[in-house]
């Protein structure tokens, strides 16, 4: 009899068995570890998500559980361990707003305060925000508790004062902000915060421990290793939510997601939203560009990535390339986003685009350093004109900027990032009255890695059975 227990500080989980049931079990939560090899055979050739003494985070409980009754192990759960993991209300009291639910929003709200713990993939445009915003009063009315203390927790700045804005214009009391450029209001009950606050040295975080409500957003950047695990590992609370459009890839990050926050309790496909007329129809169109007289970057062993790096630089400095990018923008009605991974392509493309589009029409580069209120102001101008191209860094922009009436996204330099990908076509989708679909178009390039990644995205295109077109440029 397999027997899962909490352990002496109440933290996590514990497996008790023989050695050979545990080894079993630990290896089937568990990966290659891609660091392994040659280069470094001191890297331990798997990653566990259970340690070797039966160790496990709280929150994958029911996958293990699922794991020990499909290999039909006799196993028993400890009631101490049960009252750590099922933490929700058989009596779900859902909180409505002005704003109406739709379907799949009221049943991820409900499934929430009905486990009290869990992991929700709502793609981009889907309405996570105002889920949020059902969930934490749901809860409070569900825990008969209402200063329950919620703390909301986002990757940046910029979406710290959308959260904040969105929650109070829904109808939810006592929001306050903190970030780098806000103090909490030891008042409010709601907390919205940024990651980098957290992590700052300079933070008081005392107030963690005070923490009812834990809510997560982009949950998929909660990866294994990452410094924000250590943060919510202070968070004592069991009622925690992450929401996320997409999981990350690699199977270890999953399961540090759910171990640290609660199983996947619902999942909804950007296509179903588009077939209830939730999120705007789209297309897929893939430019591939044919170089000619491509220079032959040379794998060097002892530097891996500098072959790739070599052709990228060939690549956004290109001068035919970068100019069907700016033609494209300039050729395209109604506003247009074009995505760079580096600075200096940024800039590139900002310098052409002025050379050839009209004097008055506004064109804008968004990058690490642009300050949020000229951020905001474009985002505004966006709402207002129909004529904006915002070059913009594809970290900043696929997190964080809401801008319904966005009609076209040029991916300049795409790669095969999954995640990236998802939330920059999920930035297009939200509806408009001037908008009828969508246009997404993919930079390919012929080169040995720009083929590999094509591919790749391709591969996930069709996984998630988006249509595409392809046409090849000479």
């Known amino acids: 009899m397999i027997k899962l227990i909490l352990n002496d500080k109440q933290t996590h989980g514990l497996i008790v068995t023989d ?26 050739a798997r990653l566990y998500a259970i340690t070797p003494s039966g160790k496990f985070e709280i929150g994958m409980l029911k996958d293990l559980c699922s794991y020990l009754q499909s290999s039909q192990y006799r196993y028993e759960i400890d009631e101490k361990l049960k009252s750590k993991f099922f933490v929700g209300y058989s009596n779900p009291i859902i909180k409505t707003y002005n704003l109406p639910y739709r379907d799949h929003q009221d049943k991820s709200i409900r499934l929430a305060v009905f486990n009290g713990r869990g992991v929700f993939c709502i793609p981009t445009a889907g309405g996570k925000t105002l889920i949020m915003a059902g969930i934490v009063e749901s809860m409070r009315l569900s825990m008969n508790k209402p200063d329950a203390l919620a703390l909301v927790l986002v990757p940046s700045i910029q979406l710290v004062e959308q959260t904040a804005k969105d929650f109070e214009e829904y109808g939810v009391k006592n929001v306050t902000k903190w970030s780098g450029n806000n103090i909490p209001d030891s008042d409010a009950t709601t907390i919205v915060a940024g990651t980098q606050i957290l992590l700052s ?31 919510i590992d202070k968070i004592p609370t069991n009622n925690r939510f992450g929401f996320t459009g997409t999981l990350p890839p690699v199977l270890i990050d999953q399961w540090n997601i759910i171990g640290k926050v609660g199983p996947i309790l619902y999942q909804e496909k950007t296509l179903d939203l588009k077939d209830k007329n939730y999120v705007s129809d789209f297309g897929i169109h893939i430019l591939e560009i ?12 002892e530097l891996p990535a500098e072959a790739f790096e070599k052709e990228f630089d060939f690549l956004i400095h290109n001068e035919r390339r970068n100019e069907i990018i700016c033609n494209l923008c300039n050729k395209l ?35 690490g350093n642009t300050e949020m209120d000229d951020r905001e102001e474009i985002r505004k101008l966006m709402e207002q004109k129909n004529d904006v191209i915002v070059v913009a860094i594809s970290k900043i922009f696929s997190t964080g900027i809401n801008i319904p009436n966005l009609h076209n996204i040029i991916f300049a330099s795409a790669g095969k990032a999954k995640i ?25 390039d012929n080169t040995k890695y720009g083929k590999r990644h094509l591919f790749e995205r391709q591969s996930l295109y069709e996984t998630e059975k988006y249509s595409y077109e392809t046409k090849k440029i000479q």
């Open 420 to 444: 990236k990908i998802f939330q920059s076509i999920g930035r297009a989708l939200r509806l408009h009255p001037t908008k009828t679909k969508a246009f997404i178009f993919d930079i390919a």
């Open 333 to 367: 009605k109604n506003n247009t986003i074009v995505m760079v991974d580096r600075i200096a392509h940024g800039e590139i493309i900002l310098n052409k685009l002025k050379e050839i589009c009209d004097s008055d029409r506004p064109i804008y580069f968004i990058r």
């Open 201 to 231: 040295e300079k933070s008081d975080l005392s107030i963690l421990d005070k923490i009812d409500l834990l809510l997560i957003d982009e949950t998929h950047g909660l990866r294994k290793g990452n410094e924000i695990n250590n943060i």
């Open 290 to 301: 044919q170089h000619k007289n491509i220079p032959n970057f040379k794998h060097n062993p």
């Open 19 to 44: 050695l050979n049931n545990l080894a079993l079990i630990r290896e089937k939560f568990s990966i290659k570890n891609p660091a392994h090899g040659k280069r470094n055979k001191f890297a331990p």
